[in-house]
T-cell receptor, first 114, second 117 residues
Framework: DQQVKQNSPSLSVQEGRISILNCDYT??????FLWYKKYPAEGPTFLIS?????DKNEDGRFTVFLNKSAKHLSLHIVPSQPGDSAVYFC?????????????FGKGTLLTVNP | GAVVSQHPSWVICKSGTSVKIECRSL??????MFWYRQFPKQSLMLMAT?????????EQGVEKDKFLINHASLTLSTLTVTSAHPEDSSFYIC?????????????FGPGTRLLVL
């Protein structure tokens, strides 16, 4: 049972345009949501996060939007650059306890064409 | 940002042998380390959570006798794949949490590619 879902396995956009990556979740108890960027044969690199009590967080070209009622979040990258081409993982951090486990989606391969 | 290293980055072994993978936090003390496995085109799947000085907590379906985890110090956790078989071939990634920082802050290692022949 996937608690974090990224339904688009891939996305292709033109350089300079906006990239929108989507993520849905089922567990309303998640505290934080995070986006990671990953290249093949490398570990994920943290991009941006958002607390469950907020609806928007912005950092440079990256903005994450959270819609709690829809259990949906999205990552906007604008303007997109060829160097942004990678797999993007959405992850959610569980609430309570002492383990702070991350639950990952399957990822979306973003390709930014020059 | 904080750095987490993994060693080795690549390992090829024969079926039946055991392989040890190290995960180190280089400039912070990791109160908690996590081990993930990623199969091609799949998500990162959490295998186990290890807290320094205590036994690891394994996720459902992960054999603790096959994947031995030791978190002997605040900067080192090891994952030993015992009696490895071809189906254990995967990309193993660790992450480490700095207990002084916010709960959502985890740093990932570069991963270890295991190929069992």
């Amino acid at each position: 049972d996937q608690q974090v879902k990224q339904n688009s396995p891939s996305l292709s956009v033109q350089e300079g345009r906006i990239s929108i990556l989507n993520c849905d979740y089922t567990n309303s108890m998640f505290d934080y949501f995070l986006w990671y960027k990953k290249y093949p044969a490398e570990g994920p690199t943290f991009l941006i996060s958002i607390s469950s009590i907020k609806d928007k967080n912005e950092d440079g070209r990256f903005t994450v939007f959270l819609n709690k009622s829809a259990k949906h979040l999205s990552l906007h990258i604008v303007p997109s650059q060829p160097g942004d081409s990678a797999v993007y993982f959405c992850a959610a951090l569980g609430s309570g306890g002492s383990n702070y486990k991350l639950t990952f989606g399957k990822g979306t391969l973003l390709t930014v064409n020059p | 940002g904080a750095v987490v290293s993994q060693h080795p980055s690549w390992v090829i072994c024969k079926s039946g042998t055991s392989v040890k993978i190290e995960c180190r936090s280089l400039d912070f003390q990791a109160t908690t380390m996590f081990w993930y496995r990623q199969f091609p085109k799949q998500s990162l799947m959490l295998m186990a959570t290890s807290n320094e000085g205590s036994k690891a907590t394994y996720e459902q379906g992960v054999e603790k006798d096959k994947f031995l985890i030791n978190h002997a110090s605040l900067t080192l956790s090891t994952l030993t794949v015992t009696s490895a078989h071809p189906e254990d071939s995967s990309f193993y990634i660790c992450s480490a949490r700095d207990g002084r920082l916010a709960a959502e802050t985890q740093y990932f290692g570069p991963g270890t590619r295991l190929l069992v022949l």
